[in-house]
T-cell receptor, first 115, second 111 residues
Framework: GESVGLHLPTLSVQEGDNSIINCAYS??????FIWYKQESGKGPQFIID?????DKRQGQRVTVLLNKTVKHLSLQIAATQPGDSAVYFC??????????????FGKGTHLIIQP | KAGVTQTPRYLIKTRGQQVTLSCSPI?????VSWYQQTPGQGLQFLFE???????NKGNFPGRFSGRQFSNSRSEMNVSTLELGDSALYLC??????????FGPGTRLTVT
C-alpha cells in the first residue's frame, strides 16, 4: 500500500487566510520529507524540505512541521495568494545519505483559493 | 541556470509501439530520476541513474527501461505500449542529496 498520504484531496481557503495541508506517512525509517507544488501543465516544484532530526523548518511564507511520534507532516502557507492554487504533494525518502533513491509521493491535495 | 528539460512535451502512440523520451538535467546534476504520474496511481518512481548507472528501480515491468549518457542526459524507453501507459512522465535531476528538480514532463497518450 501507499506509505505517504494526505488527509484531504481538496482544500478551499479564502485569499489572505493561512492554509494548512496535512500528510501522514507510515515508514518510520524515513528521514527526509519534501513538499512539492504542482500547477496545471507543469512538473512538481520544490517548496521546502525537512529532515527527521528537525521538527520545524521555515521558508518564505511556508512552514513545514514534522511530528515523528505520530508520523505526521504538515505544510503551512501564510497569507494565501491566488498564485498558491495548485496540487500539493508530500514525499518521503526512506533512505539516508546522498542520492535520489526514489521518492514516495502522496496522492496530493488540491488547494483552491477563494477570492 | 536552465532547468530540467524534457522532449517531446506531447506524444501520441498506438498500442504495441515503443517510445523513447528524453531528459536533460540541470547543468552539473549527475542524478536523474524518472516518475510516472497518472490520476489513479499518482506519482510513482520508475528508476534513477547516476553516472550512467541505474542505482535504483521502482516496481514497473521490464518494458520500462532507461539509460544515462556521459553528459548526464537520460532517456527512458517503453516497449510494447499498453493503454495503461498513458501518463505524464516526469524527469527530475539532483546534484547530491535528496532535493530533486522536476522538468515539465512528457504527456504520453496511447491509443
Amino acid at each position: 500500500g501507499e506509505s505517504v498520504g494526505l488527509h484531504l484531496p481538496t482544500l478551499s481557503v479564502q485569499e489572505g487566510d493561512n492554509s494548512i495541508i496535512n500528510c501522514a506517512y507510515s515508514n518510520s525509517a524515513s528521514d527526509y520529507f519534501i513538499w512539492y507544488k504542482q500547477e496545471s501543465g507543469k512538473g512538481p516544484q520544490f517548496i521546502i524540505d525537512i529532515r527527521s532530526n528537525m521538527d520545524k523548518r521555515q521558508g518564505q511564507r511556508v512552514t513545514v512541521l514534522l511530528n515523528k511520534t505520530v508520523k505526521h507532516l504538515s505544510l503551512q502557507i501564510a497569507a494565501t495568494q491566488p498564485g498558491d492554487s495548485a496540487v500539493y504533494f508530500c514525499a518521503e525518502n526512506p533512505y539516508s545519505g546522498g542520492g535520489a533513491d526514489g521518492l514516495t509521493f502522496g496522492k496530493g491535495t488540491h488547494l483552491i483559493i477563494q477570492p | 541556470k536552465a532547468g530540467v528539460t524534457q522532449t517531446p512535451r506531447y506524444l501520441i502512440k498506438t498500442r504495441g509501439q515503443q517510445v523513447t523520451l528524453s531528459c536533460s538535467p540541470i547543468s552539473g546534476h549527475r542524478s536523474v530520476s524518472w516518475y510516472q504520474q497518472t490520476p489513479g496511481q499518482g506519482l510513482q518512481f520508475l528508476f534513477e541513474y547516476f553516472s550512467e548507472t541505474q542505482r535504483n528501480k521502482g516496481n514497473f515491468p521490464g518494458r520500462f527501461s532507461g539509460r544515462q549518457f556521459s553528459n548526464s542526459r537520460s532517456e527512458m524507453n517503453v516497449s510494447t505500449l499498453e493503454l495503461g501507459d498513458s501518463a505524464l512522465y516526469l524527469c527530475a535531476s539532483s546534484s547530491y542529496g535528496n532535493e530533486q528538480y522536476f522538468g515539465p514532463g512528457t504527456r504520453l497518450t496511447v491509443t
